[in-house]
């Protein structure tokens, strides 16, 4: 069975981690989106807030679950027995860090693969940081994000 983990904070899912998500699942028998619980970084939703989120919103897509990880993400998939780490790319300038990421995976474990997708052109400005800074502020997040995740944000900045 091919299974691929797609790696990420997902402080919230966006549109974009979506169409990655569900291209990814039709290339493998399983993908497992990993959601990073990451106590030094301050995020806006809860690691099971954020769990949940990514659940409500890929259950149309069968073969994808959804899991968290703290660590390395090379012994979650290890755990996992999976081989593929799946990345989005939305512009060069995401390149160099994913390049060091996975060059750095490869050399923990020579077995494992990073695959690139390139985001959808519709999404490539689209970021998790972006969508909250403009949230902040009021301003429209409306289509960048699944409509529970906009009503969520809505909620934490008072709209
Ligand atoms: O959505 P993000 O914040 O860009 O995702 C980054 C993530 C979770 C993929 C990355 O930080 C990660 O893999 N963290 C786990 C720790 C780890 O394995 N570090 C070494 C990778 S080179």
Do not use: W
């Amino acid at each position: 069975m091919r299974i691929a983990v797609c790696p990420g904070s997902f402080d919230p899912v966006t549109n974009g981690h979506l169409d990655i998500i569900a291209r990814a699942s039709k290339m493998f028998d399983k993908v497992i989106v990993a959601v990073l619980h990451n106590s030094s970084k301050n995020s806006l939703f809860t690691l099971e807030e954020r769990v949940e989120m990514l659940r409500i919103n890929c259950e149309g897509i069968g073969n994808v679950e959804v899991d968290s990880f703290s660590g390395l993400l090379i012994d979650f998939l290890k755990l996992k027995d999976a081989h593929v780490i799946i990345k989005g790319l939305r512009a060069v300038s995401d390149f160099e860090y994913e390049m060091q990421m996975a060059l750095m995976n490869r050399k923990l474990d020579a077995d494992i693969e990073t695959v690139f997708m390139m985001t959808s052109s519709k999404y490539s400005y689209l970021s998790s940081s972006l969508v909250k800074e403009v949230a902040r502020h009021k301003g429209c997040i409306h289509g960048l994000v699944p409509n529970m995740v906009e009503e969520e944000l809505k909620k934490r900045f008072n709209i």
